[in-house]
C-alpha cells in the first residue's frame, strides 16, 4: 500500500518568478548583458541555474524578459509621456521622467535600455539588437505622437516631428550616461530643462 502521496503535476515552483525577475533586471541594469554571469544571476535571483532555465530560458530568454520588465517599470515614463495634452507638455515628461529613472535611489544609475549592450561580441549580438529595438521603438512612438500634435496645429506646421522625436531621444540617451557616471538627479534636471528650451513654440 501506498503511504506517500505524489506531488501533484504542476505544482508552483518553490520560488517567486516576479521577484526572480526584479533581481535579474537589476543585475542586467548594473553589469549589463556580457557582463552579467549566469552565476551573478542565479545568485540574485536565490534559484539553480535548472529553476531558471525551467522558468524563463536560457540568458538571452531570461533578458528579453527583465527588458519587458523594465519598460513596464522604471522606464514606464515614456509610455505615461505620451499621454500628455501638448507636445511640450510630451518632452518635458519624457525628459523628466528619464532624469528620475537613471536616479533612482537604491537602483543602479543610468538606463539599462542604454548600457546594457551598447558594445558587444558575437555572444551579446541578440541582446545588442533587443536594445536597438527597443530604443527605436521609443523614437516611433514619439515621432507619431509630435506629428499628431503638427497635425492638431500644436506645434508649426514646418516642424519635423522624425528630428524631434531623435533629438528627445538623443538628450535622454545622454542624460542615462551622465547618470550612469555619476551626475546628480539636480545637474540632469538642469540638462533637461536647458534642452527643453529650444523646443519649438505652439
Known sequence: METQRRAPIGRPRGF?????LEQAMRVFWERGYEGAS???LTNAMGITRTSMYAAFGNKEDLFRKALERYAEGPASYGARALREPTARQVATAFLTGSVRATTRPGCPAGCLGVQASLAAGETGRAARDALVAWRNEGTAHLQDRFRQA???GDLPPDSDPGVLARYLMTVANGIAVQAASGATRDDLQRVADAALRSWPPA
Open 16 to 20: 517567486d518568478t516576479d521577484e526572480a
Open 150 to 152: 503638427v497635425d492638431e
Open 38 to 40: 549566469l552565476t551573478d
